[in-house]
């Protein structure tokens, strides 16, 4: 029987793929884990706090001493694991931490499955509607998809270094559904929702269920590569917000991303939605993935965007 760790275990994401981890026969013991207790002591619940950085070592141990042979790590992007609304950077330090351990000489982890973010694939006027696992990183990308890049290279790295780990990256779309919901998801909540003026861009979000199958449909077969994962079909973002019954807010196509230390704030106290440079692209071009390479694997996305929106509304 196996045994697994869920990092950031105490996320809505993690605290899905947990349960549902525990109901699969093939798993002994399902550990939540996170580095700090949480505020609220009913989220704590279940959890055991393990700091994995900046020393490995103390996580190294852990892992032999509960004969964990599968990490499942949902904490490297807040913005796909519930924690955060807004666009987030991956935790790349973490990340290091991580294969650290799994890379000592006595450990028995044979499978590392990290929940990455499709925010890898930069919005830009000349992509294709769909993107694909083998796009390479943008000269132009921003800091955010950089640290996914970096974060994914570290773990393709471990896979090299040691073949008999089988190392998956998955690259969610922004998750709805349950407590989940990403920068986009927070737009179309609000009543009046930001377009901008002559871009009508495609949209694609994957269902907290599918996001949540994917994950351990990757630690149960202990697969390895990389896959896009999103539940079927895309929107155009005009569609979006008329299928969450709101009004669009129409500005003009100019990006203020230098004033943006300045007018969030301001922004904020008036409840006025404030939109990113990096979510600025988005809502020009927008952005969707390929996900032929996951379905020709073996998993098959059970919602479809209208799910998605149904969830959102």
């Given at each position: 029987m196996r045994r697994a760790v869920v990092l950031g275990g105490g996320s809505p994401l993690g605290r899905r793929v947990r349960k549902t981890l525990d109901a699969a026969d093939a798993f002994e013991?399902?550990?939540?884990?996170?580095?700090?207790?949480?505020?609220?002591?009913?989220?704590?619940?279940?959890?055991?706090?393990?700091?994995?950085?900046?020393?490995h070592r103390p996580f190294a141990e852990y892992l032999l001493k509960e004969q964990i042979d599968t990490v499942i790590d949902c904490g490297l992007v807040a913005d796909r694991n519930g924690m955060h609304s807004r666009p987030s950077e991956a935790d790349v330090i973490s990340t290091m931490y991580v294969g650290a351990a799994i890379s000592d000489e006595r450990s028995c982890v044979r499978s590392w499955v990290l929940a990455s973010s499709s925010a890898y694939y930069a919005p830009e006027s000349y992509m294709p509607l769909l993107q694909r696992e083998e796009h390479e990183l943008s000269p132009s990308a921003d800091?955010?998809?950089?640290?996914?890049?970096?974060?994914?290279?570290?773990?393709?790295?471990?896979?090299?270094?040691?073949?008999?780990?089988?190392?998956?990256?998955?690259?969610?779309?922004?998750?709805?559904?349950g407590d989940c919901r990403g920068p986009l998801g927070s737009l179309l909540a609000r009543p009046l929702v930001p377009r901008v003026i002559g871009f009508d861009p495609p949209v694609?979000?994957?269902?907290?269920?599918?996001?949540?199958?994917?994950?351990?449909?990757?630690?149960?077969?202990?697969?390895?590569?990389?896959?896009?994962?999103?539940s079927d079909g895309l929107l155009r973002w005009g569609e979006a917000i008329r299928s969450v019954g709101h009004q669009s807010l129409p500005f003009l196509p100019i990006s203020l991303s230098l004033l943006e230390p300045l007018l969030e704030p301001v922004f904020d106290r008036l409840d006025v939605p404030f939109v990113s440079s990096s979510i600025f692209a988005l809502l020009r071009y927008g952005m969707a993935v390929d996900i032929a390479k996951i379905q020709t694997a073996g998993w098959h996305p059970k919602a479809d965007q209208s799910r998605c929106m149904a969830a959102l509304a």
């Open positions: 013991s399902v550990v939540g884990i996170e580095r700090f207790p949480f505020d609220d002591a009913a989220a704590n619940e279940g959890l055991e706090f393990l700091s994995w950085a900046p020393d800091e955010r998809a950089t640290s996914i890049a970096d974060a994914e290279e570290y773990a393709r790295s471990v896979a090299r270094k040691l073949p008999y780990v089988n190392v998956a990256i998955l690259r969610l779309q922004e998750v709805v559904g694609q979000f994957v269902h907290v269920d599918d996001a949540v199958d994917a994950l351990a449909w990757a630690a149960k077969g202990e697969r390895a590569g990389l896959y896009n994962v999103a």
